[in-house]
Structures are given as structure tokens and as C-alpha cells.
């Protein structure tokens, strides 16, 4: 196989967006908002999109403009019973372990919330390790910094021998933009946003051991 390491987004990746559970989380960090820094029910929505397009995430836009526990913001907004929600994945499971490559989890959550994740999906062994928000501070995905750093702790000199799965179209965009292979996750048909959109797991070893970077495909 031309990629040697792939790098997975969690949440609305690992498992489908019809869960719920990402909503929510969503719902968690607006109640963060709100009772913890006593911001308005009504300029949330607002702030929070503002954070999004200019740090990546909601809580790197907190950190510049709040003081702010981050170990508590994190623990609160994924205070969620997961089972609730998901369910363990053979499917995904047989087809990380067939694949040769190393398999990463790249995450703007913190392990904890990853590895909880995991655990409910039945895929803890399946990951050869975690880089999370803590990893990537100051930066988040989609920043450039954030997908150098992971190359770097990777331990890859090479981004087009990397791939990196995920569900938000900005993020998949800058991914290809810093030369990974780009997979946007949940999506049918050829996208402008990607290399390549996945909607069932088990097309994902044809399509990696078809395509080198550049070329596009949808499975």
C-alpha cells in the first residue's frame, strides 16, 4: 500500500452523525456557555461559529476571550452517557485490523473523550495512538500548524503518504491542502472537499490501495 499512516477524526466519523451524540456534545457546550461563562442564550449560536472559523474549535475561541478551565470544559461538555448512543462496530473493526498501515486518532476532543469512545465501539486496541487537543495546543484542526504537528508526532516526514478521514469538509479541504490524502467521511458522491468521500467502511481498503494522492474517488 502506497500510504504508510492514517489519521482518524472521532466524532461524527468513527461512528454515523445519526447517532445523536454529537448533538449532544453540541448542546453540553452551549450550556457550558451559558451557565459557566454567562453568555446570553441568544449570542451563542453567533460566538460560537466565530470561534469555529477563526481557532477551529469552540473552546480555543473560549480560551482567547475567557478565563478558562480547560479540564473542566472538557469533562462538561462530554458528560454524556455514550452507550446511550453507540454501539460497538465489527465492521470497523475488521477493516482496521486489516489494514498495514499505522492507524492514529487525530482529535480536537481530548483523549479521554476518544479513548470513551472507543471503548463503546469496541476498537481500543485498533489505534496505534491518540493526538488530541492537548497535543495540538495552541493549534486545532484545520489550522496548518495542527496537521504539521501531527506529521511530526507521527513520526512521518512525507504528508502524501498520509490520509486523513473526517466528517467536516473544511477540515478534509486543509488536509489536502498540507498534502494528506483527504477522505471526507459520511458523504456520497465526488466532493470538491476531498481526495476521496467514504460512506461504508468496508470500501476503505480498495479505495486506499487504488489511489495515490491526487487522484479522487467516492465509495
Not at 475561541?61 to 478551565?69: M, Q
Not at 480536537?108 to 476518544?114: E, G, I, L, R
Not at 469512545?117 to 500548524?145: R, S
Request: with cysteine; aromatic share 10%; net charge negative.
Amino acid at each position: 500500500m502506497y500510504f504508510t499512516t492514517l489519521f482518524f477524526d472521532v466524532d461524527d466519523t468513527l461512528y454515523p452523525a445519526s447517532t445523536g451524540l454529537w448533538e449532544a456534545i453540541r448542546h453540553r457546550i452551549d450550556l457550558y456557555m451559558h451557565e459557566r461563562l454567562g453568555i446570553p442564550w441568544e449570542d451563542i449560536p453567533r460566538l460560537r461559529q466565530e470561534y469555529f472559523e477563526a481557532y477551529g474549535t469552540t473552546l480555543r475561541g473560549i480560551e482567547a476571550h475567557y478565563k478558562v478551565d480547560k479540564e473542566d470544559y472538557l469533562a462538561f461538555v462530554h458528560d454524556l452517557p455514550l452507550e446511550a448512543y453507540l454501539k460497538p462496530d465489527p465492521e470497523l473493526r475488521a477493516v482496521l485490523e486489516s489494514l498495514p498501515t499505522r492507524n492514529l486518532i487525530f482529535t480536537n476532543a481530548d483523549a479521554a473523550h476518544a479513548r470513551r469512545v472507543l471503548a463503546v465501539l469496541q476498537l481500543e486496541d485498533c489505534f496505534d495512538g491518540i493526538l488530541d487537543v492537548h497535543a495540538m495546543a495552541p493549534y486545532a484542526k484545520p489550522q496548518e500548524e495542527a496537521f504539521r504537528r501531527a506529521l511530526e508526532l507521527a513520526g512521518e516526514r512525507d504528508p502524501h503518504r498520509c490520509v486523513l478521514l473526517d466528517d467536516i469538509p473544511r477540515t478534509t479541504r486543509a488536509a489536502r491542502r498540507f498534502g494528506f490524502f483527504s477522505i471526507l467521511v459520511g458523504v456520497a458522491g465526488p466532493s470538491p472537499d476531498a481526495d476521496a468521500t467514504l460512506t461504508r467502511w468496508r470500501d476503505l481498503p480498495a479505495l486506499l490501495d487504488g489511489h495515490h494522492a491526487g487522484e479522487g474517488d467516492s465509495r
